[in-house]
């Protein structure tokens, strides 16, 4: 589809495709600025529970009722949206380009745009990032794909012309679709966190998923880069373009620094060079992936002018978010994690990884534990993930498998034949039953269900609060 600059024209006719979260923030976007819309949403059940902002918007459900897709004056896309969408097939064949909000925010947006992507951990830099930069007198604000829409943040064009200057710092977390969909996308820093399989369902292939992401960093001033994981900036054809383009940027890893502008780990400490920034016992989150995520966290940081010492006052003073690895229970010796945020396969294994890095490095949290101890909780909408790399590690770390959800039979199927121990349930308050049950002392019983929730939840919140009040209804039966 054709890449061109968009600029927002009030008053103009819009064309809008999903009515979700995003999609209603645009809406509102559109009708405080006198425009008028057409709504797209095949699944007509929504506008009984959410309004049109404006009676002189019209809704539609089928392609049929739409007008003729060059009289809009541009056509927004909602996250979300399937690559496989009529509208989006027949928006190629025309040669059109969807915008998403981000577009239209970074159109106006003053200060400093730090972007922030990966497959796994965006939301805990882009909120870890936010608190660090806000205790040290920063006006910071984290938005994007992390919970408030981005046009939500702007009431009228000229007030936020005005009211935003260049000691703003907007950390926007941008998801593949985002960047996908912003023709205009740039940003002062940015980062790919990591990459793994995510989203096949409708970018097709690693390579095509990576290349989406990978965009980020082209139109950054200042990126840095995981050492540990050269596929997140190195292209598959096998060209040394990416290698020289990318070789002279700072990185982040878990060896010791070469460079003294690279940053990772020596003696049970956070490095830049030479220099000793951090004991990691010092940091409230475990892991070896949120050691990666401090690195990064004080790369930006310091970039943004806040000295070390300033640095390591406030990132060891944050607990990270809720449904990531979220500790919710230790009763009778057995640890019970909601890790609702885990919706891919890349996410789970971190969690695996983290249970045996808890209790390694800290016997009082399980005291009995040993391997082939986890309870593991999976299942929902699986995107056409590839789920057999996962195999060597369950079968040295899982007690037992727990599956759930619209797609557990394609799980099951791609674990088969491997002497895992499975078994399917109807719905999670059966898991939590099963759990509360069976499980004995040293025990971890671990929700990293890998998989989208839109099955059965309206996002992974959502499910992650589900479990966490049968889990807490479940342990005062059991006391």
Not at 90 to 114: C, H, P
Not at 147 to 160: A, M, Q, R
Not at 381 to 406: E, H, M, R, V, W
Request: aromatic share 10%; net charge positive; charged share 20%.
């Amino acid at each position: 589809m054709k890449q061109t600059k968009f600029t927002f024209s009030p008053s103009n006719n819009y064309l809008l495709v999903g009515y979700g979260i995003t999609g209603q923030s645009i809406a509102r976007f559109l009708n405080r600025h006198n425009s008028t819309c057409t709504v797209y949403d095949d699944n007509p059940d929504i506008f009984q529970h959410q309004k049109l902002p404006s009676k002189s918007f019209k809704k539609v459900t089928s392609i049929e009722q739409l007008e003729n897709l060059f009289d809009y004056q541009a056509i927004f896309i909602s996250p979300g949206i399937a690559d496989e969408h009529p509208i989006l097939q027949k928006m190629r064949q025309l040669n059109l380009q969807g915008i998403s909000d981000i577009e239209v925010f970074l159109n106006y947006a003053k200060g400093t745009i730090i972007g922030i992507t990966g497959s796994n951990g965006k939301s805990t830099v882009t909120r870890w990032l936010e608190h660090t930069l806000i205790e040290n007198g920063k006006k910071a604000k984290a938005i994007g794909n992390i919970g408030v829409p981005v046009l939500d943040y702007i009431d009228t064009i000229e007030n936020f012309v005005k009211e935003t200057n260049a000691n703003h710092y907007w950390v926007i977390e941008l998801s593949s679709f985002q960047i996908q969909l912003t023709p205009s996308l740039r940003a002062n820093l940015s980062t790919i966190i990591n990459i793994s399989e995510d989203h096949i369902d409708r970018h097709h292939s690693l390579q095509q998923y990576t290349k989406v992401k990978q965009r980020l960093l082209e139109v950054s001033e200042y990126c840095i880069l995981n050492r540990d994981q050269p596929n997140s900036y190195l292209s598959f054809d096998n060209s040394s373009t990416s290698d020289i383009k990318w070789k002279n940027q700072p990185s982040y890893g878990l060896s010791e620094p070469t460079r003294q502008e690279d940053y990772g780990i020596k003696n049970g400490s956070l490095f830049r060079g030479k220099t000793s920034l951090l004991k990691i016992n010092k940091l409230q989150l475990v892991g070896q992936h949120n050691i990666l995520n401090a690195l990064i966290v004080w790369m930006f940081a310091h970039q943004c002018g806040i000295s070390d010492q300033k640095i390591a006052q406030t990132i060891i003073n944050w607990y990270g978010l809720e449904h990531r690895f979220q500790k919710i229970a230790y009763h009778h010796n057995i640890m019970w994690i909601n890790d609702s945020k885990s919706t891919n396969v890349g996410s789970m294994e971190v969690a695996i990884k983290s249970c045996m890095e808890l209790s390694s490095e800290n016997t009082q949290l399980a005291p009995s534990y040993t391997p082939k101890n986890i309870y593991l909780i999976v299942g929902g909408q699986s995107k056409n993930a590839d789920f057999t790399p996962l195999i060597p590690l369950l079968k040295k770390q899982i007690k037992q498998i727990l599956l759930f959800g619209q797609d557990a039979h394609l799980i099951a199927k791609d674990w088969d034949k491997q002497n895992l121990p499975m078994q399917q349930f109807t719905n999670l308050e059966q898991i939590i039953t099963h759990c509360n049950t069976n499980a004995i002392k040293g025990n971890f019983i671990l929700f990293s269900p890998g998989c989208a929730s839109f099955d059965s939840y309206k996002n992974y919140q959502q499910r992650g609060q589900h479990f966490v009040n049968l889990v807490n209804s479940a342990l005062k039966l059991k006391l």
